[in-house]
């Protein structure tokens, strides 16, 4: 059974520190997605990996938000220096090709103290 | 900017009742539309999706309608079961596109 993961499931850290969540999407899909959910904002759409490559990173607070893709298994999203209004939830979802459906992951769910 | 607006934004059901959560986006251009459940502690996954050249689509007891030119579409739960509670978010965007735009996400409670 096919599943996206994502690592840690959960992170408290104080405000300041560096935060780095990873995930692995579906064996063969070609997109990668990174979404941030709060009660306020809903599903934020943070940025977005099409075969490795960065395509639209638009949502994403440059100065201190940064994602990338070093391979086809890894995705990764860090914050540095994180902030008390970075606490979310962090999804990352996978797909077979753009604009058709997402599979997301469990989430990371992270808190800056 | 695109936008997708959804209600109601809360909806409460009796066992056994049908559920109905409307959804309206703003870019003409948008001609995928899925449907995703979010359990609590859970992602959102993918129930049902419809695309633009059809206007209705069914699955057991869910389906979504599609009125391209109203901008509308919706989802409509039959038959509802506890199980069903969740949070169902609606979404629009372009085969072979990138950029889904979510509603802000219906939370659906089904009383035993």
């Known amino acids: 059974d096919a599943r996206v993961t994502q690592t840690p499931r959960h992170k408290v850290t104080e405000m300041g520190q560096e935060v780095t969540m990873r995930c692995q999407p579906i064996l063969g899909h070609n997109t990668v997605f990174w979404y941030r959910q709060t009660m306020m904002q809903g599903l934020e759409l943070l940025a977005y990996f099409r075969n490795r490559a960065p395509l639209d990173d638009s949502g994403m607070p440059k100065d201190r938000f940064s994602a990338e893709m070093p391979d086809a298994t890894l995705a990764t999203l860090k914050i540095q220096p994180s902030e008390p209004r970075d606490s979310a939830v962090y999804f990352c979802?996978?797909?077979?090709?753009?604009?058709?459906?997402?599979?997301f992951g469990p989430g990371t769910r992270l808190t800056v103290l | 900017g695109e936008n997708v607006e959804q209600h109601p934004s809360t909806l409460s059901v009796q066992e056994g009742d049908s559920a109905v959560i409307k959804c309206t986006y703003s870019?003409?251009?948008?001609?995928?539309f899925p449907w995703y459940k979010q359990e609590l502690g859970k992602g959102p996954q993918l129930i049902i999706d419809?695309?633009?050249?059809?206007g209705e689509k069914k699955d057991q007891r869910i389906a979504v309608t599609l009125n391209k030119t109203a901008k509308h579409f919706s989802l409509h739960i039959t038959e509802t079961q506890p199980e069903d509670s969740a949070v169902y978010f609606c979404?629009?965007?372009?085969?072979?596109?990138?950029?889904?735009?979510f509603g802000a996400g219906t939370r659906l409670f089904v009383k035993a």
């Open positions: 979802a996978s797909g077979p090709e753009a604009g058709n459906e997402q599979f």
């Open positions: 979404a629009a965007s372009m085969v072979g596109g990138f950029k889904t735009i």
């Open positions: 419809i695309r633009s050249n059809v």
């Open positions: 870019d003409s251009a948008s001609n995928y």
